[in-house]
């Protein structure tokens, strides 16, 4: 079965900082993998997806995300933290041939002024 | 475009009720599924459909029931309530392989 880890419960920073969320994956074949965020009290929240073609990823309020296959890992990354980024992280990966989602156990970022 | 809805957004539950959690979206996705999200355990798959009239399980199925009459809807139903389905639910729906799921803004449940 196709997993995720994330290794770290959180993450503190201090803002302007750069910022690293980590992610391995265990995966037969190859992975599409996603990035979630959660601010409090609300749903997740899309923010980047690897399927095929350039290692890193770009995707919204800033976050870029590098896949690396030698070591099946899909860390999360920002160059300069916001306050406002703090929040929880998600790393999911597609299970399979199938639409499912298999989601890590999440990490809290949180960023100091 | 509201993406997707899910109704209540808190409920209360005596041990042994039982309700239905709604869910809809307005994107004509063909996937919906439903996670619960417990500390420390990151979201955990109940159900899951690929179309209207196909469900199957997830991770975590024991005590819940779906159904899918239309593309739209994807009720989650709790039979008896017991304390440990005390969780928040989150419904789910994704277009395409490869396309990113859109998310509800989750049922908070607490079973006493």
């Known amino acids: 079965a196709q997993s995720v880890a994330q290794p770290e419960d959180q993450v503190n920073v201090a803002e302007g900082n750069p910022l690293t969320v980590k992610c391995t994956y265990s995966?037969?074949?190859?992975?599409?993998l996603f990035w979630y965020v959660q601010y409090p009290n609300r749903g997740l929240q899309f923010l980047l997806k690897?399927?095929?073609?350039?290692?890193l990823v770009k995707g919204s309020y800033g976050f870029e995300a590098e896949f690396n296959k030698s070591q099946t890992s899909f860390h999360l990354k920002k160059p300069s933290a916001l306050v406002s980024d703090s929040a929880l992280y998600f790393c999911?990966?597609?299970?399979?041939?199938?639409?499912?989602?298999?989601f890590g156990t999440g990490t809290r970022l949180l960023v100091s002024p | 475009n509201a993406g997707v809805t899910q109704t209540p957004k808190f409920q209360v539950l005596k041990t042994g009720q039982s309700m239905t959690l709604q869910c809809a979206q307005d994107?004509?996705?063909?996937?919906m599924s439903w996670y619960r999200q417990d500390p420390g355990m990151g979201l955990r798959l109940i159900h899951y459909s690929v179309g209207a009239g196909i469900t199957d399980q997830g991770e975590v199925p024991n005590g819940y029931n779906v159904s899918r009459s239309t593309t739209e809807d994807f009720p989650l139903r709790l039979l008896s309530a017991a304390p440990s389905q005390t969780s928040v639910y989150f419904c789910?729906?994704?277009?395409?392989?490869?396309?990113?799921?859109?998310f509800g803004q989750g049922t908070r449940l607490t079973v006493v």
């Open positions: 789910a729906s994704k277009g395409g392989v490869g396309t990113e799921a859109f």
């Open positions: 995966v037969s074949g190859n992975p599409y």
């Open positions: 994107m004509n996705h063909e996937y």
């Open positions: 999911a990966v597609r299970d399979g041939g199938f639409q499912k989602l298999v």
């Open positions: 690897y399927i095929t073609g350039d290692n």
